[in-house]
């Protein structure tokens, strides 16, 4: 074993936080668990994680739950697609390989939203394989400890961290090794204030000692941002009932309910809407009235939704959903924060 891999799960045996995930090398728990926390941190994902799996406790009962059921239990989480794909493969799984999860890397990349870092992390940890696990906590300690330019969003870059992460594993143990660096990551090399004077690195890591801490890992500029301008329409008919739509186009959110949306490249005045060739003729004969003045500004990581809420009462035609089932469709952050104040 190399001396950096020695160090560091020493570092490991000491420090590490008792997981669920941890207990278990079930490919099933461990890729649950690492879907997860692509999302979120570890305090917050793990009711998500609790939740999920007492509701499908095995690959073969999310494979048989109802895609809107697993959005439900998702909810809140964001990136809706990840869920989609995990519903997806326990399907694969169940149907193709017998409930039984590939043992491979190479199998398991093949599989819907587990790309190169989910199936190191599931074929190291459950099946031993050799296979370096790069995220953006291994990306940080390597680009620190090694003082790597290499911007890690770039092809170029992600193939040297990916080549410097395969040297570097403990090949007797990489499930601990990859678990190691990224919780290494996660507590003691930290993004803003890496705990350096308490570091077992702190004699080899070329970073401290160049003074080039805050510069690693290094990035280069990201896209702009996306500015888009969304006006929903609540209606609300006599007896309290309400329509949602469900997204079924490519784009943000698919899958998920929403209430009728006219979208523009600019925000739109209420009269500008209320004349607009994609507003419902049921709204034409409605009281409107504005639920906020300002635009409520939803940022995606790269969009920016500009949203404006109408509730529009008086509807003549009988609408489809009673409002006090609303809050039973998965619906995105957006939606539920508007139900949320809208309810108080
Ligand atoms: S010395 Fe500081 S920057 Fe270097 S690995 Fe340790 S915590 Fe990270």
Known sequence: MNRFSTKLLAWYEEHKRDLPWRQTREPYVVWLSEIILQQTRVAQGLPYFERFLSAYPTVKDLANANEDAVFKHW?????????????????????????????????????????????SAISSICFDEVRAVVDGNVYRVLARHFDVESPINQPKGVKVFQ?????????????????????????????????????????????LAQGNIAARPQKLKANPVRKRHFHYLIPLDSYNNTLLTKRTHKDIWQGLYEFPLVEAPHHLSEEDLRAHPNTPTWAHKAVWSKFQEKAIIHKLSHQALHTHFYILENIEEELSVPWATVSDYAVPRLI????????R
């Open 75 to 119: 909810q809140g989480l964001g990136y809706y697609s990840r869920a989609r794909n995990l519903h997806k493969t326990a399907k694969r799984i169940t149907e193709q390989y017998k409930g039984f999860f590939p043992n491979t890397y190479n199998e398991l990349v093949k599989l819907p939203g587990i790309g190169p870092y989910t199936a």
């Open 163 to 207: 080549e410097l992460a395969q040297n570097l594993i403990a090949t007797s143990s990489p499930g601990e090794y990859n678990q190691a660096i990224m919780e290494f990551g996660a507590l003691h090399c930290t993004p803003k204030t890496p705990h350096c004077s308490s570091c077992p690195f702190a004699d080899s890591c070329l970073a």
């Open 336 to 343: 539920e924060r508007f139900l949320d104040k809208f309810n």
